[in-house]
T-cell receptor, first 114, second 111 residues
Framework: AQSVTQLGSHVSVSEGALVLLRCNYS??????LFWYVQYPNQGLQLLLK??????LVKGINGFEAEFKKSETSFHLTKPSAHMSDAAEYFC????????????FGQGTRLTINP | DADVTQTPRNRITKTGKRIMLECSQT?????MYWYRQDPGLGLQLIYY???????NKGEISDGYSVSRQAQAKFSLSLESAIPNQTALYFC??????????FGEGSRLTVL
């Protein structure tokens, strides 16, 4: 069964600094990978996804993530943090077999310091 | 209007009461999901439905039931609510590539 591990339940960076949120997955077959963001009192919305093709994917709000099969990772980055990036971020994986359910990591809360 | 609409957005109830959370969607997706969110645990799948006649249990279905009344409607029921069912509940639909579209959530408090 696939699983997702997000390293660090809380990450704090200064405004303008690099944002790096880590995600590792376990899956016996190549997965589809997703990053979602949840702003306070809102549902989750898709930031970006990897399905096939280019391993570096760009999403909304300047975020990007790179699928590294050898490392089973899909880390999320943004070169320069903005105050508006403060939110909770979820990594998720879906395999192409079986029930094709989406499995979420436990989430990382990102805080931006002025 | 939101593509995925949940009602109610907030509900406070007492132990033993029956609660229904409703979800409707305008995405035209066949697949719909109910998730529960607890702090530090991410999202856990309660039930999912591939179409009106296909309903499946997720990771934490005990104490919950669902009804898929139509392609656009998927409701979640707690027959006899208990305090550890206090959580934020999300309904979602799924596109063909697996992207989920979430409602804004229903916050349930069981006293």
């Amino acid at each position: 069964a696939q699983s997702v591990t997000q390293l660090g339940s809380h990450v704090s960076v200064s405004e303008g600094a690099l944002v790096l949120l880590r995600c590792n997955y376990s899956s016996s077959v190549p997965p589809y990978l997703f990053w979602y963001v949840q702003y306070p009192n809102q549902g989750l919305q898709l930031l970006l996804k990897y399905t096939t093709g280019a391993t570096l994917v760009k999403g909304i709000n300047g975020f990007e993530a790179e699928f590294k099969k050898s490392e089973t990772s899909f880390h999320l980055t943004k070169p320069s943090a903005h105050m508006s990036d403060a939110a909770e971020y979820f990594c998720a994986v879906r395999t192409l077999q079986g029930a094709q359910k989406l499995v979420f990591g436990q989430g990382t809360r990102l805080t931006i310091n002025p | 209007d939101a593509d995925v609409t949940q009602t109610p957005r907030n509900r406070i109830t007492k132990t033993g009461k029956r609660i229904m959370l409703e979800c409707s969607q305008t995405k035209g997706h066949d697949r719909m999901y109910w998730y529960r969110q607890d702090p530090g645990l991410g999202l856990q799948l309660i039930y999912y439905s591939f179409d009106v006649k296909d309903i499946n249990k997720g990771e934490i279905s005990d104490g919950y039931s669902v009804s898929r009344q139509a392609q656009a409607k998927f409701s979640l029921s707690l027959e006899s609510a208990i305090p550890n069912q206090t959580a934020l509940y999300f309904c979602a639909t799924r596109s063909s590539v697996g992207e989920l579209f979430f409602g804004e959530g229903s916050r349930l408090t069981v006293l």
